[in-house]
């Protein structure tokens, strides 16, 4: 069974740029494919990227399409989430999480899987 654990997060102005980390252990890193999600207060989880297990294939949320990417190192077992021209509305608790599925998944039920999360907060 694999582990998550996020790093990164943090308090970024509109307009910075944040790269979190998602580091793997316990399990065999590149059999499982890789998504990120976040959660502001009051809200549901909701999708924001995910990486096949090669990573030759991402998917973004359209909300961050252009500005967020998803990639993956499989010999470092880590994923990352690198975000450009934050907004606002970006702030929430981002959670990466992991499914061995054979079939691209992009809601939260999809991944059994989940790390802790990292507090990504933009002030304007």
């Known amino acids: 069974q694999v582990q998550l654990v996020e790093s990164g997060g943090g308090l970024v102005q509109a307009g910075g740029s944040l790269r979190l980390s998602c580091a793997a252990s316990?399990?065999?890193?590149?059999?499982?494919?890789m998504g990120w999600f976040h959660q502001a207060p009051g809200k549901e989880r909701e999708f924001v990227a995910t990486?096949?297990?090669?990573?030759?294939?991402?998917f973004h949320a359209d909300s961050v399409k252009g500005r967020f990417a998803i990639s993956r190192d499989n010999a470092k077992n880590t994923v990352y989430l690198q975000m450009n021209s934050l907004k606002p509305e970006d702030t929430a608790v981002y959670h990466c999480?992991?499914?061995?599925?054979?079939?691209?998944?992009?809601?939260?039920?999809?991944?059994?899987?989940w790390g802790q999360g990292t507090q990504v907060t933009v002030s304007s």
């Open positions: 999480a992991a499914h061995s599925d054979p079939i691209v998944q992009v809601t939260p039920n999809g991944y059994p899987y």
């Open positions: 316990g399990g065999t890193f590149s059999s499982y494919q």
């Open positions: 990486i096949t297990r090669s990573g030759r294939r991402t």
